[in-house]
């Protein structure tokens, strides 16, 4: 005996600021009330239970972070890693996905598996597997290294963009662009990559905040010779004495960028372009 499908929950106007109500107050409590106590730790001059708010207040832990040399040339070095990291991936994962979209061939599946293997492994696990494979090449505690490394955890997710994104190019377009005389190179940097920029711009987005905030990989890899802005974070949370007003003072540096990004990016990418950026995970 067939069942009729229970009829949908069709919202109303009515409904609306309760939905806001709950969708605010969710936002708060995960990501607002968590940052706000970052911002409290940053300026606290004494904490201590069962006071809510810190007792007194002080700049010397801002001060004190500004006035380290170590951390400014720790937030260069990660922002050119970040760099390097982001055109990297998006040079070898747009022909990789080209080939993945377009081309069938046989255990192709088994090609995608093993393409998101570095995202099912822990970071930590791979950074170990390939620190002896770094020693012997003289990569470790370098900055190629790390870039390497992050390579590995990147790419991945910039693959499986493109790849689900340049899937739906249609293929009249191609055949169109041959049939004019262009050849296969042609075709590609008049058709292909001008259709792929808003994935390219995604992807690198989410490539260029993951390998700026990354630590396990490059902490195996490339510390303490190589410090990333985590790294020095990671310095500050010592066994010796967690300093939690350094942390959090490190913590905004190392959000800052990132807000930065996302900002940006939504004031030059509509919705819809960010969407099919996205592709079909």
């Known amino acids: 005996m067939s069942h009729a499908a229970s009829p949908r929950i069709r919202f109303t106007p009515d409904d609306a600021p309760w939905l806001a109500v709950g969708l605010y107050g969710a936002l708060a409590l995960v990501i607002g009330l968590p940052l706000a106590m970052i911002v409290l730790w940053s300026f606290s001059d004494g904490w201590f239970p069962p006071a809510l708010i810190p007792t007194d207040f002080t700049l010397d832990h801002w001060r004190q972070i500004v006035e380290d040399r170590g951390l400014a040339e720790a937030a260069i070095r990660s922002v050119g890693i970040a760099f390097t990291v982001t055109l990297l991936s998006g040079i070898i994962a747009l022909p990789t996905a080209w080939a993945m979209a377009r081309f069938p061939f046989r255990m192709k599946r088994a090609v995608e598996l093993f393409i998101l293997a570095p995202l099912i492994v822990p970071g930590l696990v791979v950074a170990v597997g390939v620190g002896q494979l770094f020693l012997m090449l003289k990569l470790a505690y370098t900055v190629p290294g790390v870039i390497l490394v992050q390579l590995i955890g990147t790419l991945p997710l910039m693959i499986r963009l493109l ?36 994935t390219l711009v995604a992807g690198g987005l989410i490539t260029f905040v993951e390998s700026f905030q990354e630590f396990d990989m ?20 010592d066994g010796s004495g967690i300093r939690f007003t350094s942390a959090a003072v490190v913590s905004l540096i190392l959000l800052a960028p990132v807000l930065v990004i996302f900002v940006i990016a939504g004031r030059i990418m509509r919705d819809d372009v960010m969407a099919s950026g996205m592709g079909k995970l």
Not at 164 to 180: C, F, K, Q
Not at 218 to 237: D, M, N, W
């Open 163 to 198: 790849s689900a994104s340049l899937g739906t190019i249609p293929e009249d377009l191609l055949l169109a662009a041959r049939s004019l005389g262009a050849s296969p190179l042609r075709s590609m940097l008049a058709v292909v990559l001008p259709l792929s920029v808003p």
């Open 218 to 237: 490059s902490f195996i890899v490339g510390a303490p010779l190589v410090e990333t802005l985590p790294i020095r974070l990671f310095f500050y949370l």
